[in-house]
Structures are given as structure tokens and as C-alpha cells.
């Protein structure tokens, strides 16, 4: 089997329907037990095209793309401003944290090695803002990125409620000092 070239680089608002595409494809692999209606509402709510370009404008957000050559295979976004969520803040263990909000691969791109090129792009992100931890939100019941996130010594810190469309779901919060 060939060598695959593996790059992240970050999107602009350029990407924004490119992004928008993977997003639809990958966030409802997320949301184990969520009502597809109620996934859909929150695709059409928060994973927009104009959403993603107005993300890939803004200074406190990092969007990676990773690309297997020259192929788009997922992406990544790092709110880099720091957390005012009082749920959040209770949990972690400083103030000084940046939120992995995103963290998406296609479904047949799962176990190929990108996951982690995405990753350690993200994690240098944070890590050249100056935080001093990294936390995200992942469903406690998603047992395939759970276990990722633990290769890559994300604590877990406790649950918070995320809303997908009318659905409340559990969310573990994990935390990754850096």
C-alpha cells in the first residue's frame, strides 16, 4: 500500500462548504442516541456554510483541515478565548483553558493514522496560545472517541448537559493539561 502525504493547514472562509460537508457527514456519528431530527436541527443551526465562514473569521478560532493527499478527510476547532461556561469552569482544573469544540474524521477515515496528525495540530494550537489546558465536550456514551481522547490523557473531569436541537444529551467533559 502507497504512503499516504498527510497535511493539516488551517481553513478559511474559502473552506466554509467543504467544511460544512464534513461536519453533516461526521456530527450525527457523535450523537449516539439523538433523535435525527433533533441532529439535523442542530446541523442546520451550527454547522452551516455561513457558520463555518464566519468561524474562519474569527481571531479566537483555530479551523484545521487534515488532508490525505491533497484530500480532505476531516477538521478540527480550537476556541481559543478563554471559557466563561460557569459548568465548564467548576470542573477543570484552571481558568487558563481553551476548548476543543470540534473534533471530527470522516467515518472511512477512522484508524488511518490522521486522527492523530489532526490532533497534534490541535494541541500545538493551544499550546502557542498560552493556555495552560485544553478541555472539550465528547458524548459519555461514544465509546470509539472516548477511547482516543484517553490515548491522548484527556481527564475526565464530569458531565454537563449539551442541547442537540430539543434532545439533551450527557457530555463528558475531558481536560488535557498542556
Same mark, same amino acid.
Given at each position: 500500500m502507497a504512503e499516504?502525504?498527510?497535511?493539516?493547514r488551517r481553513a478559511g472562509r474559502s473552506d466554509?462548504?467543504?467544511?460544512?460537508l464534513i461536519a453533516a457527514a461526521t456530527f450525527p456519528l457523535a450523537c449516539v442516541g439523538a433523535p435525527q431530527e433533533d441532529i439535523q436541527q442542530h446541523i442546520d443551526a451550527h454547522l452551516t456554510v455561513?457558520?463555518?465562514?464566519?468561524y474562519a473569521s474569527d481571531p479566537d478560532r483555530r479551523l484545521l483541515v487534515v488532508e490525505a493527499n491533497g484530500t480532505p478527510a476531516g477538521y478540527a476547532m480550537v476556541h481559543l478565548a478563554r471559557t466563561t461556561n460557569s459548568d465548564v469552569l467548576a470542573? &477543570?482544573? !484552571?481558568?487558563?483553558?481553551?476548548? /476543543?469544540?470540534?473534533?471530527?474524521?470522516?467515518?472511512?477515515?477512522?484508524g488511518s493514522g490522521l486522527a492523530d496528525t489532526?490532533?497534534?495540530?490541535?494541541?500545538?494550537?493551544?499550546?502557542?496560545?498560552?493556555?495552560e489546558s485544553m478541555w472539550l465536550g465528547v458524548a459519555d456514551d461514544n465509546s470509539r472517541a472516548n477511547s482516543f481522547?484517553?490515548?491522548?490523557h484527556f481527564a475526565r473531569r464530569g458531565?454537563?448537559?449539551?442541547? &442537540?436541537? !430539543?434532545?439533551?444529551?450527557?457530555? /463528558?467533559?475531558r481536560e488535557k493539561p498542556l
Open positions: 499516504q502525504e498527510l497535511e493539516v466554509a462548504v467543504m467544511l460544512h455561513e457558520r463555518f465562514r464566519e470542573l &477543570v482544573s !484552571t481558568e487558563n483553558t481553551v476548548e /476543543l469544540v470540534t473534533f471530527y474524521l470522516l467515518a472511512g477515515r477512522h489532526l490532533m497534534q495540530a490541535a494541541v500545538a494550537e493551544a499550546k502557542q496560545s498560552g493556555a481522547y484517553d490515548r491522548y458531565t454537563k448537559t449539551f442541547m &442537540v436541537g !430539543t434532545a439533551a444529551l450527557t457530555d /463528558l467533559i
